[in-house]
């Protein structure tokens, strides 16, 4: 069963442990490149705290936290788009506007129009702001790269704030749950690739990512989802196996398709590039896959959502 306190304590004293052991490590080995992990624990430490809002106090406080975190991570997407012009920032304006309804549908509790509102609706609308612009040379760009945009930064990772209006009594093990996973899966993904890696899945878009590393990782996450599960979810062992294969799986597509998409958009800007691989957008890239994957398989099998 769910204990928000002692679940906490225990996060608390794995961040701790997890933050001197890449301090030690990193001063050890300083050949080694370990930025990556190092930038994911200070996302992790922020996650810690918007968790501890929705556990300390309301589920309202967690979902502004969350919009916050969505709207910089659309921020910082817009931000990798070269040559946009005035209609294209008229239609970005207009992305943003996207959010705060989005999670107004979250928090209303109305499933039908969260579901929908940003795969059809925004979809259907969006292109109105860029037609009123003068001319159409990269009508098609600008307006797939801004519904691409909604579809993983608000609309998936918008899932972790619906667990706890969709289950309140399990809602916050849950997220809980799925953001340990994913993490745990990158960062071990990362480690083994560092010291082990040598089969590259897409070196051109991440070096960090290789098959060595997926098997590793999937190990790894399916053994702590089995040892997670009893704490902070009702699953059955059974079904904690599959849930972190599962995991394991949408993480890595979902690390794989935003390191792809991010070089796509920034070819011949290393400057930007290399500043980005510090942003939010490079820590949470693997949640926009998994959070609505594990929200909707969870809501399929079982009552409780």
């Not at 943003?96 to 549908?105: D, S």
């Not at 691409?148 to 809980?176: I, K, N, R």
């Not at 398709?257 to 510090?278: H, M, P, Q």
């Amino acid at each position: 069963m769910f204990n928000s306190t002692v679940v906490l304590l225990i996060v608390l004293a794995v961040l701790i442990a997890a933050n001197l052991v890449y301090v030690f490590v990193s001063r050890r080995q300083p050949d080694k490149d370990y930025s990556s992990i190092g930038n994911r624990i200070k996302t992790w430490w922020g996650m810690f705290f918007i968790f501890c809002l929705a556990t300390l106090f309301t589920p309202a406080v967690s979902l502004i936290s969350l919009m916050i975190l969505c709207f910089f991570a659309l921020q910082e997407y817009f931000s990798m788009i070269r040559g946009t012009r005035k209609a294209d920032r008229r239609l970005f304006l207009w992305a943003y506007l996207a959010i705060p309804v989005q999670f107004y549908w979250i928090y209303t509790g109305w499933y039908g129009m969260f579901i929908v509102f940003i795969p059809l609706y925004v979809f259907l609308i969006l292109p109105i702001p860029r037609l009123m612009g003068k001319g159409t040379f990269g009508f098609l760009r600008s307006v797939s790269s801004t519904q691409w945009g909604l579809m993983l930064m608000v609309f998936g990772l918008s899932h972790l704030a619906y667990f706890q209006f969709a289950t309140p009594e399990f809602g916050g093990g849950l997220v809980l749950f799925l953001v340990v996973l994913t993490q745990l899966h990158d960062v071990i993904h990362t480690v083994i690739s560092l010291y082990f890696g040598k089969k590259k899945v897409v070196p051109t878009a991440n070096a960090n990512l290789t098959w060595e590393g997926f098997v590793g990782a999937l190990i790894v996450t399916v053994g702590a989802a089995l040892a997670l599960a009893p704490y902070l979810t009702p699953f059955s062992q059974t079904a904690a196996l599959w849930f972190g294969a599962l995991l394991s799986f949408a993480a890595f597509f979902g690390s794989l398709t935003v390191s792809v998409l991010k070089r796509d958009l920034l070819i011949g800007d290393e400057d930007k590039a290399a500043t980005l691989k510090k942003s939010y957008l490079s820590q949470i890239d693997s949640l926009t896959y998994t959070a609505p994957v594990f929200f909707h398989v969870v809501r399929y099998y079982f009552e409780f959502m």
